[in-house]
């Protein structure tokens, strides 16, 4: 079982029916300065890949790329905390997530189609899917959604989503389920206000709210408070401190009056049980939180 743990009609006339592809590229601790990119018509991941070892698979939001929002971050923090190591796959989709938002979002499809797609090839029932985890921030929240959807035909994993994009992503619409995954969780830091840029509803298994959910300390902006999802993600890989508390509503949460059995938040476990699906992290202004 996977773990999810992080969000067509234009692009088809710009693109003709040219076949999208999105770049991946493999880190491992011991090749993490000479990263490789994984060949789409290679019948087998580089040699670097260890299928013993768990594999996270970083996806990024609109504006975002290989080497930008969550991916260095988060990938440098595995790598260099996490023990034992772990393979690290980061999906590059960034001439996608360039143009408008608007735009990023009609692609969203067929990028959440390209990974499902490597899932599949790469990742059969031979190997032990029960060490896959996905971790999406902003669009790429309903990237590993939607991917997990499609793999889910043949097979189940885990996700994280990282303060899910709100616009353009109603109730009815194919944003991330609860049921994407064998156990999703989520982390929101932006999702209220006029202007935010994350989704507050409860959508995962379990449902962390930092500092209620929107407007970070040490945050001026609602860009800041959204990027603060793959920051906390980040942290929560060495810092042990970063724990969350269960509430049982949102008057609670919203009051600070949560109260109950400390849950660690993010990191690389694959599944976690609680009492509640809804939980409150207070941090502190700035990384590592």
Known sequence: MWKLAIILAAVAVSYGQA????????YTKATQN??????????????A??????????????GGSVNSQLNPLVKDAILKYQD???????VDWSREASFSYSVAVESVPLVAKDLGDFIIKYFPASVDVAKLHLVGFGLGVHVVGIAGRQAAAVF??????????????????????????????????????LFSNGIGTVLGDIDIYANSGSNQPGC??????????YELFAASIFNTELKAVPCSSTTQLNLNLCRGNPLDIGGVRLFKTGSSRIYRINTKRSYPF
């Open 19 to 26: 076949k999208l592809v999105n770049t991946y590229v493999l």
């Open 156 to 193: 189940q994993v885990k996700t994280k989503r990282l303060d899910p994009s709100r616009r353009q992503w109603g109730a009815n619409s194919t944003r991330l389920r609860r049921t994407d995954a064998a156990y999703v969780e989520v982390i929101h830091t932006d999702g209220s206000g």
């Open 84 to 90: 034992p190591s772990l393979n690290v796959i980061v």
């Open 34 to 47: 000479m990263p490789q990119t994984i060949d789409d018509a290679a019948a087998n991941l580089p040699a």
């Open 49 to 62: 890949f260890n299928p013993m070892l768990c594999t996270i698979i970083l996806v990024h939001g609109h």
């Open 220 to 229: 001026l902006t609602n860009t800041c408070s959204h990027e603060r999802a």
